[in-house]
């Protein structure tokens, strides 16, 4: 029986796909994946040399990290020392050592003692060692920043073989008051005063007297900061 189709033409279906256009699709479809075969081929190949690059990015940001905080942490530490010696030398501006006071109470302290008086004083900048004012032909160590203090205490009545015993126990005397007088002028913890004794000698004879002798020794004084505050100002 002879069969006809009635439907419009573009309502049929079609009995076969051309050779041409099945072509195509195959060459399409191999393109294609082809396509993402390089382009997997080409990510999996890169992905080591972005791992180096990101790894050397890392490291030269982490060298270039270290060397800031290498410059930073020593400024730092800089600054900090600045500001502290800054503050200390404003407590020294506003706590400088009153000479008036402590001169005033060291001359009241010797001439207060019996037979003793203060006949040369003076001033140091560095340490040296230099003449003593009690015998010149001897040296003597003087402190930074001291007075040196010349005192003459008459040893009357004393037998020969006991002046060194007296005359050390009258320097221990007299440096005991110096001390004593002079710690009420202290006002802070800032400074203290440094006492030292330097030479000393019994001498046969002492101007305005016979058959007297006379211990000539020397004081020094120094005002000193605090330890805390020399390791601060120390500090570089």
């Not at 900048?125 to 010349?150: F, G, H, Y």
């Not at 004593?180 to 913890?189: C, E, G, V």
């Not at 004081?219 to 100002?233: H, S, T, W």
């Amino acid at each position: 029986m002879i069969r006809i189709n009635l439907l419009p033409e573009e309502m049929r279906r079609s009995e076969g796909t051309p050779l041409p256009r099945r072509l195509a699709i195959f060459a399409g479809t191999a393109l294609i994946a082809l396509l993402a075969m390089a382009w997997v081929t080409v990510h999996f190949q890169t992905i080591p040399e972005r791992e180096a690059s990101i790894k050397a990015r890392t490291r030269e940001r982490n060298d270039l990290q270290a060397r800031v905080d290498a410059d930073v942490v020593p400024l730092d530490q800089y600054l900090a020392a600045t500001k502290t010696r800054q503050k200390i030398a404003e407590e020294l501006r506003a706590s400088r050592p009153l000479w008036a006071p402590v001169l005033d109470a060291l001359w009241t302290t010797i001439s207060s003692s019996e037979g003793a008086w203060l006949e040369d004083l003076g001033l140091t900048a560095d340490d040296l060692e230099v003449e003593s004012l009690v015998n010149p032909r001897k040296k003597t160590k003087v402190p930074q920043q001291s007075v040196r203090m010349l005192c003459v205490a008459t040893l009357l009545g004393v037998a020969p073989w006991d002046l060194d015993r007296v005359a050390k126990a009258r320097i221990a005397q007299i440096y005991d008051r110096m001390v004593a007088d002079i710690a009420p002028i202290r006002q802070d913890d800032l400074l203290y005063y440094d006492f030292g004794i330097g030479t000393w000698e019994v001498t046969e004879a002492y101007s305005g007297s016979v058959g007297g002798r006379a211990l000539r020794f020397e004081l020094f004084l120094r005002v000193r900061m605090k330890k805390a505050y020399d390791e601060a100002l120390a500090v570089k």
